[in-house]
């Protein structure tokens, strides 16, 4: 009877009422820390103090650097006190800014700053190399460390910045009412779900995304935009651009001045774009199938409709890019030849090297991180972007505070930023998947990701790929952007820009201070590391977009008529921008 009762009890619902238990429990803790797991942190600062504390050499290496570095700052502080041109003891990392005001060689702010750069090194020097740490708990410890450092670093305190303190000079202390000003208006803003200040200036269809066009297609996940050329004729195949969900997709189609679909077809290209839906709680069981089937497939079907005959040149981005790679694998297994070109902006096909992100994704970490958005069906734009401002603290975090809040100065709006804060959504199933299976089992590089029940391999893909990469992307390593060429047997032409993920990629003809690489590694030719691919790669000045577009045009046909906007069975529903990039 015992047996029976504990076999009946294995396929009854009492398991997996258990595990919803547990899923609650997870989920309950997740909201207090914001989605981070204490667990996983609390394992990651075991390992390391453990093997810390059995490390007697890593011990006496750590006390004697901490006995140098004072004695360096000693004799700085005795030398400087007499010398203002005397030289620091230490630079700030390449990026770091906030020492780079002139009031910081002032006495004695140069003394707190070179202090706290000192005490930084050493706290690196103490959460790396320490023996037997794992590598993933060693950079969790580590990133934990910089940002608890940062909090009390000299810049972000008004009795220790010159810069605020000149500033209350200034306005006899104004600075900290108009401070206290914007920090409750930002939390009223913030607790009503309304857009940044200034953000109201940059509206869809009014001063961003109004490149004309048309929206020809819709269903339940995407609305399908088709843009046509400005010019007497056109490429005979069009080009499709398929956005990551985690953003709108005006982030190419921003200000008139700064469009890369603008661009597109001022050259003479017929452009379709995605617009993705605005995911809610109802949508928690989309998965990333889903995308592909109803986001990319369903675009070529009608792009097909409306230029039949013709092949595509298609565009990702970000994780678009990732879905497009896993579509094009997918067609090319199942000898669809629909695809002319593959283009990725920012976008990574192996998740083995995939940055700081990876302190997010750790067994128990996505437990956690799952057990949330099993409870609210979603990963609301809030928390995702929380993540995203603690990889880049001192630009996204702590440079706001000092500026907004104790400069009492607000920073202009552009569109780019207005951009950044209309945020969207993800859905439980999918956003599950992709960190799952792609960023942590790494399945797509190793060739077990499967689509419609069967592997896919990238090595399939037979059509020429232009890849890019942005130098400072914290989202998409470039050097783990560039692993594309392991993973495929074709010609790959890629560009390493300067910039960041977004900024990189947004980088216009004649916007000041732009540059890149390029080099075309042909089927056959022997593999580049990053490194020495860029020491064999110039640097070229100025925008990367007129060499896509080259790229783009040397494998198109030209001089072919404009096609009809929509066609049978796809007719124009509205204007673009749509109604998709309305939802918030």
């Known amino acids: ?12 619902p009492g398991p ?5 238990v547990d899923r609650a429990a997870a989920a309950l803790s997740a909201r207090a820390t914001s989605g981070l797991s204490p667990t996983a942190l609390t394992l990651s600062l075991m390992d390391w103090w453990m093997h810390l504390a059995a490390a007697p050499g890593k011990q006496a290496e750590l006390a004697l650097k901490a006995w140098r570095k004072s004695a360096r700052l000693g ?3 005795v030398a400087s006190s007499f010398d203002r041109n005397f030289p620091n003891c230490i630079q700030p990392l390449p990026g770091d800014e906030r020492f780079s005001a002139p009031a910081w060689q002032d006495w004695p702010f140069r003394f707190w700053s070179q202090a706290f750069l000192l005490n930084q090194q050493w706290w690196h020097n103490a959460t790396h190399g320490v023996p037997g740490v794992a590598p993933h708990n060693e950079a969790v410890v580590a990133f934990a460390a910089r940002q608890l450092l940062d909090v009390f670093s000299p810049s972000n305190s008004p009795f220790t910045n010159p810069e605020v303190l000149r500033r209350a000079r200034e306005t006899g ?13 930002d939390a009223a803003r913030k607790s009503a779900g309304q857009p940044p200040v200034g953000a109201e200036a940059f509206e869809p269809g009014r001063t961003v995304a109004v490149t004309p066009g048309e929206v020809i297609f819709r269903n ?22 398929v956005p990551a969900w985690i953003m709108k997709y005006y982030i190419l189609d921003l200000s008139p001045e700064n469009s890369l679909i603008r661009y597109l077809v001022s050259k003479g290209h017929t452009v379709f774009c995605l617009s993705w839906r605005n995911v809610t709680a109802e949508d928690r069981d989309l998965g990333f199938d ?3 089937r109803d986001g990319v497939m369903a675009a070529l079907d009608a792009i097909n409709a409306v230029v039949p005959g013709e092949k595509v040149h298609a565009v990702g981005y970000c994780l678009g890019g990732t879905l497009l790679s896993i579509t094009a694998a997918a067609m090319a297994r199942d000898d669809d030849d629909r695809l002319a070109s593959v283009t990725l902006f920012a976008a990574q096909t192996d998740f083995s090297e995939p940055g700081e992100l990876q302190l997010f994704v750790d067994p128990g970490e996505l437990y956690t991180l799952e057990s949330m ?16 401002e603690m990889l880049r603290s001192n630009d996204l975090v702590w440079s706001r505070l000092v500026h907004e809040y104790l400069m009492g100065e607000r920073a202009a709006m552009s569109d780019l930023m207005a951009w950044n804060a209309d945020a969207t959504r993800m859905p439980y199933r999918m956003h599950s998947q992709y960190l799952r299976q792609l960023f942590l089992d790494n399945d797509l590089a190793a060739g077990r990701y499967k689509v419609d029940g069967r592997p896919i391999s990238l090595q399939d893909i037979g059509v020429p790929l232009f890849v890019v990469g942005t130098e400072r992307d914290h989202v998409a390593p470039w050097r783990s952007v560039y692993k594309i060429h392991q993973l495929t047997d074709v010609d790959v032409t890629f560009v390493l820009t300067s910039g960041g993920h977004n900024a990189g990629i947004v980088s216009e003809p004649g916007h000041r201070h732009r540059h890149f690489r390029r080099h075309e590694t042909r089927h056959g030719d022997h593999h580049l590391g990053p490194e020495q691919w860029v020491e064999a790669t110039p640097v070229e000045e100025g925008s990367w977009w007129p060499a896509w577009e080259a790229w783009l045009s040397a494998r198109s046909a030209p001089g072919h008529e404009l096609p009809p906007l929509g066609a049978a069975g796809y007719p124009v529903l509205c204007p673009a921008p749509g109604t998709y990039v309305m939802q918030r």
């Open 75 to 77: 004799a700085y502080m």
């Open 220 to 241: 339940h996940l995407v609305e399908l935009i088709q843009y046509r050329a400005t010019t007497a004729t056109v490429a005979a195949e069009p080009v499709l651009i």
């Open 290 to 292: 889903d995308y592909r």
């Open 173 to 185: 202390g104004l600075n900290f009412v108009q401070g206290a000003r914007n920090l409750l208006e």
């Open 1 to 12: 009877m015992a047996c029976h009762d504990e076999e009946d009890f294995e396929h009854g």
């Open 16 to 20: 997996e009422a258990l595990r919803a």
């Open 373 to 388: 958005m099993w409870d609210q069906g979603v990963l609301s734009a809030g928390q995702m972007a929380g993540a995203f």
